[in-house]
């Protein structure tokens, strides 16, 4: 054992003892004291160590504050030192954020902390896609089902399906029945953003989901000739129109060249006119986005005020309770 590992081990060994004896924030105070003179001494890889035994140590105990105040800090050190983005620091962050996500109140300004190293670290506007998907999937199991889709549409190849599965336990939560304003706000959104890819899985992972549990709403076409697209299988919604809208959208969008005097630019267009004003108070979302939609695809340039990213952020706005009594179009 190193004389550096020796020392981790007999602080560790203190805050342990404090741990046993009840005294909780002594034992923090005293480790964030260490490391402030570890950091000072420019020994910041033993401080960020200590930090990271740490807060694992002090969550053993629920003492969650404490583990929030000391995972911000060995972030702080990692956005001052530029400590860059790799399997290794991302797993320190990982281990902790598992244990945080039983707090009920601390994580959120950790986890933007997380996000805003990996954004400044990284030179980009959204940061580490793999942190993005694992904080969606810690948000998601918490049922905090719009702050894990801002993090899915910006996160791995995997975070589609996993907006497409939420999205759908989402409508059936409300008991709205209203399937095809969840599906549009992951497929819309993905498209906007310019992942045709992502829109695709999304759409599968959410329809599967509701041909299998709801085959009197949805089925997939059969006959002679079974329709194969790159969304995946052909289904008809015999009561939802919005549903099938969203599936036509992407079929559209898949046969896109760019030219807004195209065939599928015009098949675009007649779309908005029959399908968008179906949304109810989600109208003029539904507008917004399939003007970026329209640009992006068709070539049909629109002037808007507010940034891509603002719009997606802000666009379908979530609910404030578990249960939407009126549907999705009380959204606000």
């Known amino acids: 054992m190193t004389l550096a ?27 964030r004291a260490i490391a402030i003179r570890l950091v000072k001494q420019k020994k910041h890889e033993r401080a960020i160590q200590l930090l990271y035994l740490g807060a694992l140590e002090l969550g053993q105990y629920n003492q969650w504050g404490s583990v929030a105040d000391l995972t911000t800090f060995m972030i702080n050190i990692y956005m001052e030192e530029k400590v860059p983005v790799t399997d290794e620091s991302k797993e320190r962050i990982y281990d902790i954020f598992e244990k945080l996500s039983k707090a009920t109140e601390h994580y959120p300004r950790v986890y933007e902390s997380a ?12 940061g580490d896609p793999q942190l993005h998907h694992f904080i969606g999937c810690i948000m998601r199991n918490k049922s905090q089902m719009k702050e894990a889709e801002q993090h899915y549409l910006v996160g791995t190849p995997e975070s589609p399906a996993a907006l497409g599965n939420m999205l759908f336990d989402w409508a059936v939560r409300t008991g709205t029945a209203d399937y095809g304003t969840f599906a549009a706000r992951g497929v819309l959104k993905y498209l906007a953003l310019g992942w045709y890819d992502a829109a695709c899985l999304c759409w599968k992972a959410f329809v599967s989901r509701l041909a299998h549990d709801n085959p009197d709403v949805v089925a997939e076409h059969t006959g002679k000739k079974a329709l194969e697209t790159k969304t995946g299988p052909v289904y008809y919604a015999k009561n939802n129109e919005l549903v099938n809208f969203v599936q036509l959208l992407l079929l559209t969008v898949e046969r896109a060249d760019g030219s807004p005097s195209s065939s599928s630019a015009r098949v675009f267009g007649q779309l908005r006119t029959q399908y968008e004003n179906r949304f109810g108070n989600n109208s003029n979302t539904v507008h917004e986005l399939l003007d970026i939609v329209a640009e992006k695809y068709f070539g049909v340039v629109v002037q808007r005020q507010q940034s891509l990213f603002d719009i997606v952020n802000t666009l379908f706005a979530p609910p404030s309770r578990p249960t939407i009594a009126g549907g999705v179009d009380d959204m606000d």
């Open 115 to 126: 996000i805003q190293w990996s954004i400044q670290v990284m030179g980009n506007r959204v």
């Open 5 to 31: 590992s020796s020392r981790i081990e007999r602080f560790m060994s203190n805050l342990r003892q404090n741990m046993v004896d009840g005294n909780y924030y002594e034992g923090h105070q005293e480790l």
